[in-house]
């Protein structure tokens, strides 16, 4: 392969806020990057540059609310459908003809609803570490699932969760990553402290939990449910690192019910941080999908010979201020 393509930054104004792109390759083909709680456009750092030489135009936002994007300050500014506008103006800011989403975790139930939703045309989905909110739906009432979703309630109760999370800098950020994690060496120091720095930002902690109090209190869940659970046309790639401790691999099974074209791959021994955890072997997975060519189990991607598709990259290198272009010169309007 080529030299690696560099990451830029960049804002964009969208859906009346501006977020914070991180941006790879050039091109009309967009494949637009979700992340999760508590990231930021960074948990993509391995698979930006694999996708620009891929054909694509890579984003990886900063979702409303986390790191540089603008960060609204009632709840109800984390709707469910709030965040599918952001998608929708994210990819009409872009210009590109065609699009494929690219999903972890918060991110990943956002591109699943849209998928649903068709607020825009996707040419592909790529979803990773959460379940169909129809599996969900049903998972959840088993006592086991209910159990490891107890931060979903945590996150109802007003303040506290801001409080604990963000005791001594944020340490409770960089813990959720290293303690989950099956491969400890994945998330060094360096790399917990851009997730630190950006969670002690002012409010920045209460618009990450806020995405879960609109979706419960705020009953943007519930009014997705009665909107009911169309199939998705879209063909599907789902990754799934199958020692996630807060989704079983359980709430995968019956997936296929609700997806026409569906492929899924899991990952043993991986945690919920699949992209940063095993980015040789997810990034194997994408470029077979994505090319048309037969999607590997884990168990047959030669690691050693993966590694040219998931660089190491200077994990402070391109979040220097002086990497970010200014508003002035980079701003996209929608």
Not at 104 to 130: C, K, S, T
Not at 241 to 256: F, M, S, V
Not at 323 to 329: C, F, G, H, I, Q
Request: proline fraction near 7%; aromatic fraction near 10%.
């Amino acid at each position: 392969m080529s030299d690696t393509p560099p990451i830029a930054h960049e804002f964009v104004q969208a859906n009346g806020l501006r977020f914070h792109v991180a941006t790879c390759g050039e091109g009309d083909h967009l494949a637009l990057c979700l992340h999760g709680f508590p990231e930021c456009w960074y948990s993509w750092r391995y698979q930006l540059p694999l996708l620009a030489e891929l054909g694509y135009r890579a984003w990886a936002p900063d979702l409303r609310g986390y790191g540089q994007t603008d960060r609204p300050p009632r709840r109800e500014d984390y709707a469910i459908e709030r965040l599918l506008d952001d998608v929708a103006a994210l990819i009409d800011a872009s210009g590109a003809r065609s699009t494929i989403l690219v999903a972890h975790d918060w991110g990943a139930i956002v591109a699943w609803y849209f998928a649903m939703r068709r607020q825009r045309p996707l040419e592909r989905l790529v979803i990773m570490n959460v379940p169909h909110p129809a599996v969900i739906e049903r998972a959840i009432r088993r006592p086991r699932q209910l159990l490891r979703s107890w931060y979903v309630l945590f996150f109802q109760i007003p303040g506290l969760p801001e409080l604990l999370m963000g005791a001594q800098r944020a340490r409770a950020i960089g813990d959720a990553f290293r303690n989950m994690a099956v491969d400890k060496r994945r998330f060094p120091d360096e790399v917990l402290q851009v997730y630190r720095d950006n969670a002690v930002a002012p409010g920045a902690l209460t618009a990450m939990a806020n995405y879960y109090r609109a979706f419960v209190r705020g009953g943007g869940g519930e009014r997705q449910r009665r909107l009911g659970y169309p199939i998705i046309e879209v063909p599907t790639l789902m990754i799934w690192g199958e020692c996630d401790t807060a989704l079983g691999k359980e709430t995968t099974y019956g997936t296929d019910a609700w997806v026409r074209d569906l492929t899924l791959r899991y990952l043993p021994n991986v945690s919920h941080w699949v992209q940063q955890e095993a980015p040789e072997v997810v990034n194997a997975m994408l470029t077979a999908w994505l090319t048309g060519q037969s999607v590997p189990e884990a168990g047959d991607v030669q690691v050693a010979a993966a590694r040219s598709n998931a660089r190491e990259i200077d994990p402070l290198a391109s979040v220097r201020a002086g990497d970010t272009k200014s508003p002035a010169e980079s701003d996209k309007v929608v």
